[in-house]
């Protein structure tokens, strides 16, 4: 015979209650896609430094890959039709930038030859000033907390 059995068992439907209540609570409920706001500026421009589709995977290493070019190399101007071309030109870049390939198949080529200058603050968030309604959109939803503003200054919100 179960010495305590009641008390027994009713703690294990209350533990298991508890660990099934958090599955329970969000069924059914799928959460609401983030939808990054624009701002007038970037619609206007139309294009940003690379696809919208690379953007939206692999802004943060770009970023990285641009902090290194401009701390350690010095080299502080980025041309995304330049190396489209150059990775044509050249197979064994593929390897290399694999990155810039978005379907693993086809290049993707800027529709201008538009040089950027590599900077988060002055590049990237001249054109996406509105850091709550685009960049914070979708790292809330990731559950993503980068560390840009470590060192960089937040855009202040209008």
């Known amino acids: 015979m179960l010495y305590d059995g009641a008390k027994i068992l009713t703690g294990l439907i209350i533990g298991v209650l508890f660990f099934i209540f958090p599955f329970l609570y969000d069924a059914g409920k799928p959460y609401k896609k983030p939808e990054p706001k624009l701002t007038e500026k970037a ?11 690379f953007m939206r995977t692999w802004h943060m290493q770009l970023l990285d890959e641009w902090r290194n070019d401009v701390v350690r190399k010095g080299i502080h101007y980025y041309r995304p039709r330049e190396i489209a071309r150059e990775m044509k030109l050249d197979k064994r870049l593929f390897d290399q930038l694999r990155h810039y390939i978005s379907d693993g198949t086809r290049i993707y080529v800027p529709k201008s ?10 590049t990237c968030l ?33």
């Open 43 to 53: 619609k206007k421009a139309g294009e940003c430094v690379l696809s919208k589709q």
């Open 113 to 122: 030859d538009k040089v950027y200058y590599m900077s988060l603050q002055n």
């Open 126 to 158: 001249d054109c996406h000033s509105n850091k709550k309604e685009f960049c914070d959109q979708c790292h809330n939803y990731l559950g993503v907390h980068p560390y840009c503003w470590n060192c960089h200054i937040a855009p202040e919100e209008k």
